[in-house]
């Protein structure tokens, strides 16, 4: 019989349908045919599931150290063993993945027998498989095709893979109920290798050679072994992929020889390929690409620091924390199992809110009152009361007293002499005891918010924000340090400016992950450049916190009425970036699944995230800062004065278009004139 | 304007292989830290000819790869039986 090698999979597919009509029966390679892989060497994937068991040994406090080589040598080792002994009774040395696997965890776990453990890493082996396979969407039309005409449509794959497994993998990829049966080597240790497989499939399903067509990509499996039973065999050539393969395998090369390159294997593994691959908006793209990448260096940075520092819950503050959650529920659980994750809530949080509920105990000291006057339009008293939620009607009386008037500027970029003023109302035990009285419900209310989210059940907490100074969990740490069950804060922010000096101790702290000013480096500071972008980029779809306020049940949020014309500008601001979250979190499963897969730490990629962030912020064209630049940004503690003789720096992404194109050398100028925006 | 993330060189949209090289050139004058020593030439000059004529490349393996194999294979055992080993 005939074999017939086609270069794509588009001529093939031609061919198949001239002569289909002719075949009842159609049989399929799998791999490398129907699904591709993104790495170019399948055995890349096993070194990913040796990790995990070795992080499940060590989490399980097993006493022996198992490191990943350890454990993928022992398998390596009993599969090597069972393909041996079928060998001895088979022409096809198979091996059959449950038999040799749940060896190697009888072994390391001293549990005979453990099939929940078999289980879950099964369960995680494809997990990752399926990460890294892709349909072809060709294939997926054809097969979906021929199945409305009726045809026997067979899966055919010599593999370790028992054929439960690759069902599993087929649902994953919506194909199994376009087939008729899904047929694994490892099922009866008869390969297409050595051309067995094809009577059984003969007996089993009761074809007839000359109705039967075979396609497949391995010229001895899918092409000489039909042929030479006597089938009809298509044979697949194809250049492109062989292209791809080679790109993918010289990344990993680069990667092996420099560590630039590392970063840009991972982005290279994340890439979506076939169907997944259609026409995006630019927004999307670069959520994809650029930001998307960025989160996924940080959620595995605040994992790997929790690992290291013994957290027991991570705390994402609202708003942009929504998102960093959205990203780590869908990225972490690739990347380490279960039991070595610790668990993550969304806390409803504000400078707003916690400003009022922060003083509570310890009243309002000048230092952190001088926060109220850092956005520039905050001027008077008025200003300072609204950031600390204070009632400016109940402290008039102390106001006349140190011959204040509410609308008098205190604000010392306003007016000196009231700046004195104000320190000395702020002296005044008076004013103190006021503020503690006022502020007490909100932070009551907060208490029993965060005791409702577990927060003081952990002796160490993770807490997460984009940003800047800090001030957030500042004002959370002021509110609950009175008590004795309060947790060890680690504070984790996107970048941290320090444009305001961090109140840092040993139980509190906070820690720039992109960026950190305490240590400045050219590349992550230019994330200083964009800070609107990522507030805005990240943004939950809901309003800011105002308050706490206890209630009947207990306390109730407050939030930011939703007819305000500060709110309306926020939804417009998030329909325009909806494309580009949905880009952020397309690549959140996809960039835990090639982190696990390559096994990188964050200090391999930092010189390609470094890359990112100079060529995306410190040098991006004129058309990425157009689609990027935010149009609609609110302070929700800014007020809305202008000091006298205030002209604010202007930074890159503040020059207009037309500039950012003509003027040569702005972007160098930027970048080599080291302070940033704080 | 759409575009696709994974452009038909099988490069990044709008990080391809010819930006990392302008940056390449621009971080011979201007400070990039923690570059770890950058892209490499080498590697620069490679990945943009796979990326951009990877076709004709691929093609020419396959068509030839069994030659290429067996002039290797060849090359090398006469290689190392002139080296004695």
Known sequence: MSLQKYKNLKSLLRHADQIVENYDAITLDLFDTIFIRRVHDPDMLKPAVARYIATMAEAAGIVKNWTWEDVQWLRDTYE????????????DHEARYPDYMKRVLDHIFETAGSDELLEKVTAYELAIESAMIVPRADWVQWIKKSH?????????????LPSDHLKRLMKDAGLLEYVTDVVSSADTFLAKASGHAFPLLQKKYDLHKARWLHMGDNPISDGLRPAEFGIKSLMLEDVDEK????????????????????????QQLMLPLEGENIDQPPLYIQGYSFVGFLLGFFTQTILEQARECNIDKIFFFSREGWTYQKFWDHAVPLMYPENAIPDSTYLYVSRLALGGASCAHDGLPLEKANIAFLPPGNRDMRDVCRVFSLDIEQIRPLLEKHGMDTDEAVSPAYSAAGYVKFAGLIED?????EVKRQTKPYNDALQLYLEEKGFFEAKDVALVDVGWLGTIQRFLYDAVKHRADKPNFHGFLLAASRGKPYPTSTDNYIKGVLYDHSHFDFAGSTIMYAREFFEEACRAPHPTLVRYQSAETGYKLVFKDENSDSVKAEILQNEYFEQLQKGIFDAAARYGAAVSVLGLKTKDIKPWLNYLLVSKLAFPKTKEIKKLKHRYHIDDLGGKHKPPGFKPEKHLWEYPLWALRWIPWLRLRFYIKKPRPT | MSHKVTDRRYDMTGESVLRITKHSFISKFAPYEDFAGGPGWKCLVAASLMHYFGGIISWFLIRYEQKLKATARSFLAKFTRRQGK
Do not use: C
């Open chain 1, 429 to 433: 035990d008076e004013f103190q005891v």
């Open chain 1, 80 to 91: 090597t063993e069972q393909r041996a002994e079928t060998g001895r009774h088979y022409d």
């Open chain 1, 148 to 160: 409305a005409q009726g045809k026997i449509i067979i899966i055919v794959s010599d593999i370790y």
């Open chain 1, 243 to 266: 292209r791809r393969h080679t790109i993918a395998q010289m990344y990993t090369v680069f990667a092996n020889y420099r560590q630039f390159w590392k970063g840009r294997l991972l």
